[in-house]
């Protein structure tokens, strides 16, 4: 069990920019969850699959975010024509569907 | 809906010295609720949590907290910190029958001065 990972740990990127990010989970975990954290703030969720299927999403997640999880492994996160105010943490966590096990993290500026 | 508030957004104390870290939480239902850590550019480390039973709850690094259904609360506490207990702490609560969906507070920033 290597734990949550995430790459990459740093994204710089300029506004318009497409930008996507991975998250592999703890193998036998079936749920995934993304969430956001701003500076200052507490992470706030963005949206959670269990295996294949998304079932919640965040009103947060505008349509310019997309996440998918095709096989019920990894997962990844898209964000299309980036916007300044679009830099934070972006945090990914998994579960059995008890406590949520977090990875480090992907920090995205948008300049 | 949940909602979390962690009252101090910062915390300065010497070491060896107690803390309390402070959080109240909001809800209509059972809840659980959580304390996490945050070291600097790191992802979030489970201290301890809530379920049901016991109301004082023991958690990593020496670090309890108890549970306070009258008065919404779940304080952190240390009896004695040291520098490497540093960081940002997060209160999170989630509903008894929805773990999927937990709500942080906005964090409290630990600061252990020698």
Known sequence: DTGVSQDPRHKITKRGQNVTFRCDPISEHNRLYWYRQTLGQGPEFLTYFQNEAQLEKSRLLSDRFSAERPKGSFSTLEIQRTEQGDSAMYLCASSSGGTQTFGPGTRLTVT | ?114
């Not at chain 2, 609720?33 to 480390?45: A, E």
Request: include cysteine; hydrophobic fraction near 35%; proline fraction near 4%.
């Open chain 2, 1 to 114: 809906a949940q909602s979390v508030t962690q009252l101090d957004s910062q915390v300065p104390v010497f070491e060896e010295a107690p803390v309390e870290l402070r959080c109240n939480y909001s809800s209509s239902v059972s809840v659980y609720l959580f304390w996490y850590v945050q070291y600097p550019n790191q992802g979030l480390q489970l201290l301890l949590k809530y379920l049901s039973g016991s109301t004082l709850v023991k958690g990593i690094n020496g670090f309890e907290a108890e549970f306070n259904k009258s008065q919404t609360s779940f304080h952190l506490r240390k009896p004695s910190v040291h520098i490497s207990d540093t960081a940002e702490y997060f209160c999170a609560v989630s509903a008894s029958y929805n773990t999927d969906k937990l709500i942080f507070g906005t964090g409290t920033r630990l600061q252990v001065f020698p």
